[in-house]
């Protein structure tokens, strides 16, 4: 009877014992995995942090692409303008020559009583 009562007063005693042990290993358990959401929570504004750096720098370099591509377009239109400027400035001496040459041959002919040859 003796073994018997001390196994009666172990399991009381284990059962103590066990959820003692329970409650530590709970109690690490939880730790490490506030120590692992930790890191998580680092690591995830880490990467977002540099994520959003990325996402301005390439903004910032799209922004000066952008500027460059503008500059070019003005600069581009403003060197058609001179060329079409020119063009029309040539255009309109040439028109200005010919009928000038028109008119002198009309005063010509006017003058001697001959019609040209093309005319009918």
């Known amino acids: 009877?003796?073994?018997?009562?001390?196994?009666?007063?172990?399991?009381?005693?284990?059962?103590?014992?066990?959820?003692?042990?329970?409650?530590?290993?709970?109690?690490?358990?939880?730790?490490?995995?506030e120590k692992l959401s930790e890191k998580i929570v680092s690591w995830e504004d880490k990467k977002r942090k540099k994520a959003k750096r990325k996402l301005h720098r390439t903004e910032r370099s799209v922004e000066k692409t952008k500027l460059k591509a503008t500059q070019r377009f003005r600069d581009e239109n403003e060197r058609i303008e001179i060329i079409v400027a020119s063009a029309r400035a040539h255009a309109y001496e040439s028109r200005i020559k010919e009928e000038l040459k028109v008119k002198e041959k009309a005063n010509l002919m006017r003058t001697t009583g001959r019609k040209p040859s093309t005319c009918l």
Do not use: F, G, L
Not at 6 to 27: C, F, G, L, N, Y
């Open 1 to 33: 009877m003796n073994e018997s009562t001390v196994q009666r007063a172990k399991p009381e005693h284990m059962a103590a014992v066990v959820d003692q042990w329970k409650e530590t290993e709970i109690s690490k358990s939880r730790k490490k995995y």
